[in-house]
């Protein structure tokens, strides 16, 4: 009788080539994802991911609608193009974060199987969403909009370094940006007309003055009030070396390095008595300002301003240092054209102003 042929399976088809790839590795690729969103996805792959996830140490963070403070969703936060609501301090208080942790309602807790690694909450803050990550290093949030409101074809950027408290500040500003055309420009807009580098009379008569210095005190209450609500996250996670905080549309950034984070942990954290943010010091201002500026990639800039603040106590010392990293943090402030526009205002005139804490 002929005997039958065995069938064997190959042991190599039942084999997943993806468990060869050592932990690091798929850590590694994992860092690269970095969203949030996007590797709370991942966790749901497998048992391994769920477990890799919580040791990202590279977060992005991008919160794409922000709800009241009791929790209901406000319709004027969530149309992108509603006008920014009046009373700046209700909208910058706005910052919890709803739409980013559904992802990880299945994201289980490694050393208990069926307990939820994030509670089932119906809104969540960006505190909340991260706490279960135990790495952090690196982490960037991305609110959905700027802080301040301002008018159509007006220029407003700034960006502030916090340690315990505001360490610089930098803010850019033009009353009008467009694009350069052929046509011939107004003369005393002109980049040919005179220019002693001196402001003139009729900034100072026609609102030009009073107008910076709200985008001034505006900045910083954005600035101080992203730092107050950081308080959490930071606590929360003693690995962090670098955070950033900015926005969809590129108006303004607080970052914080080591050395800052570590001086925000160990120093007492100085509130406004008006409101919940970091109190701002008693602070000198460098003011410079041109008519007109020319700017690569086509970009014209109506009333450039450029203004650095830095705490008087600091600023007053003779830590050359202190002043060259100063130097260092303003020419690197902004990118591309911008960029360009703040090594051009550096060269111009500088007044000095003087502001009191708040």
Excluded at 8 to 35: E, T, Y
Excluded at 72 to 85: C, G, M, Q, T, V
């Amino acid at each position: 009788m002929q005997s039958k042929s065995k069938i064997h399976a190959d042991p190599f088809i039942q084999l997943d080539q993806f468990d060869r790839i050592p932990d690091s590795l798929v850590l590694l690729i994992l860092n690269k994802v970095a969203d949030v969103r996007a590797l709370g996805r991942c966790s749901a792959v497998s048992k391994r991911f769920n477990s890799l996830v919580p040791l990202v140490y590279n977060i992005y963070v991008k919160i794409d609608r922000v709800v009241t403070v009791d929790g209901d969703a406000s319709d004027e936060s969530l149309n992108p193009s509603s006008p920014k609501p009046r009373n700046l301090f209700s909208h910058l208080l706005k910052i919890m974060l709803l739409s980013i942790v559904k992802p990880f309602h299945h994201l289980r807790n490694p050393g208990n199987g069926s307990k939820p690694l994030l509670p089932q909450l119906s809104h969540h803050s960006p505190a909340q969403v991260l706490k279960n990550f135990t790495q952090i290093r690196h982490l960037r949030i991305e609110l959905p909009a700027g802080d301040v409101g301002t008018e159509d074809g007006v220029l407003l950027k700034w960006r502030a370094e916090f340690g315990s408290t505001l360490q610089n500040c930098v803010i850019l500003g033009g009353t009008q940006i467009d694009r350069k055309t052929n046509a011939c420009r107004d003369q005393d807009l002109s980049p040919t007309s005179e220019d002693n580098g001196s402001i003139p009379e009729s900034f100072y008569t026609n609102g030009g003055l009073k107008l910076r210095v709200v985008w001034t005190i505006s900045s910083l209450i954005a600035a101080s009030t992203r730092h107050y609500l950081l308080r959490p996250i930071i606590k929360d996670h003693p690995t962090l070396r670098s955070l950033i905080l900015t926005d969809a549309d590129e108006q303004g950034t607080l970052c914080m390095d080591v050395d800052q984070l570590k001086e925000f942990r160990e120093k007492p954290l100085a509130a406004s008595a008006s409101a919940n943010r970091t109190q701002v010091p008693a602070s000198n201002m460098k003011l410079r300002y041109a008519p007109y500026l020319e700017l690569p990639e086509g970009i014209g800039m109506q009333g450039a301003t450029l203004v650095a603040i830095r705490p008087s106590v600091e600023g007053s010392g003779s830590n050359g240092g202190s002043r060259k990293e100063a130097e260092t943090f303003l020419n690197d402030a902004f990118d591309g054209p911008f960029s360009s526009a703040a090594q051009a205002l550096v060269k111009r005139r500088t007044y000095l102003l003087e502001m009191n804490g708040f």
